[in-house]
């Protein structure tokens, strides 16, 4: 990253805080049979929050690349790495509103390693103006580049329960660009359309467009999420369109437990010659809060890549992740995390040349996270 980008990213987020102390100057009167002078317009209060999120990772495989095998975020084994780091300014569509995020480290690389665009673009998780004018009914569009719908899990680890993502985050969408609306049809039930590029791209790699589906009915202890996706996803061609469903399913029985399921369906037609590709997957965690200061979470998922269009091995995977967590203070959390993964074929890298059937890590992450709001 240039001097250059650094500066532009510096004077933009600094030009978006200065409109929120940007108000009306009704201090001087206009002079007698001069026009009243126009009322400056007020964006109101700017949230602001940030997270620095590194960890150290252990693999029992010793991989000489120095990766561990399908891994989100946790990716760098045997060693002290920097995760993220993220700043995010934001103000709530009244009826005019926008989000904006900066962010360092591996894992906005990873984020963005399929994008034709990613140069600078890997250093802006998200960007979108809002518009929800009240005349709508609660209606909001959306412009820009947002992190997609579907999954269970979230993408910064103060909001998730485990330190590192299942496969099912890992080899989903991350996120899109282009538009979205949302519609409240009752108090607990809103459904939206969305029109975007594709899979992870700001910058289309084919003229055709992907169309996405949601309903999210949302009670008291139980909500339920489905997104569903459908476009051409290859480079240079829009035939073969990729087919994508997934549901979620959030259980809160009490305020110090809460479950979540989650089911992935994906298809890609003519994913080889005139073939199509299929994967399933399912998931399923639940978090404990133990005391105020600690919690553990467990989460276990199959993912069946039947014709290795996903993994690059036709293969059935499982995953186990066993993660405790200590709140030290308010804004500072670390966790330690065992995960174990295996699958049906020699997949994952060991040693110099060898493969294995599994992996185990362990792993310790630190995360410090803060909000506040300008006015």
């Not at 087919?243 to 003519?270: A, K, M």
């Not at 993994?311 to 500072?332: D, I, M, P, R």
Request: hydrophobic fraction near 35%.
């Amino acid at each position: 990253m240039t001097l250059t980008h650094v500066r532009r990213m510096v004077v933009l987020s600094l030009s978006l805080a200065a409109m929120a102390w940007c108000q009306a100057d009704t201090t001087q009167q206009p002079q007698t049979g001069a026009p009243a002078p126009a009322t400056a317009w007020s964006i109101g209060a700017i949230d602001v929050s940030g997270l620095l999120d590194g960890y150290y990772s252990f693999n029992n495989n010793h991989p000489a690349s120095g990766f561990n095998t399908l891994r989100n975020f946790e990716v760098k084994s045997n060693q002290f790495s920097l995760n993220m780091s993220k700043l995010s300014l934001s103000h709530a569509a009244n009826p005019v509103g926008f989000t904006f995020d900066i962010g360092f480290g591996r894992a906005w690389q990873i984020f963005h390693a399929t994008d034709p665009a990613r140069g600078g673009n890997e250093y802006i998780p998200q960007a979108y103006v809002s518009l929800k004018p009240e005349r709508w009914g609660g209606l909001q569009f959306d412009f820009g580049k947002f992190y997609t719908s579907a999954g269970a899990e979230l993408t910064e680890n103060n909001l998730t329960w485990s330190y590192g993502r299942g496969f099912l985050y890992t080899n989903g969408p991350y996120y899109h660009f282009g538009a979205r609306v949302t519609k409240p049809l009752t108090p607990k039930f809103t459904v939206g359309l969305q029109l975007v590029n594709g899979w992870n791209n700001v910058e289309d790699n084919n003229s055709g467009k992907t169309v996405g589906v949601t309903t999210a009915w949302v009670g008291s202890k139980v909500s339920w999420f489905n997104t569903f996706y459908t476009g051409p996803e290859k480079t240079g061609t829009n035939r073969g369109h990729r087919h994508f469903y997934d549901t979620v399913v959030n259980l809160t029985p009490s305020g110090r437990t809460s479950f979540y399921l989650n089911f992935d369906y994906g298809r890609e037609n003519r994913a080889f010659g005139s073939s199509a590709a299929e994967w399933i997957a399912i998931g399923a965690a639940g978090r404990f809060q133990t005391t105020p200061h600690t919690a553990v979470a467990l989460r276990y998922e199959n993912y069946n890549d039947r014709q290795g269009f996903i993994t690059g091995t036709a293969q059935a995977l499982n995953s186990f992740t066993l993660t405790g967590e200590y709140k030290w203070v308010q804004g500072l959390l670390s966790r330690l995390e065992y995960r174990r993964d295996w699958s049906d074929q020699p997949y994952f890298e060991r040693g110099l040349n060898g493969l294995a059937r599994n992996q185990n890590t362990l792993t310790l992450g630190f995360v410090a996270y803060f909000s506040s709001s300008l006015r």
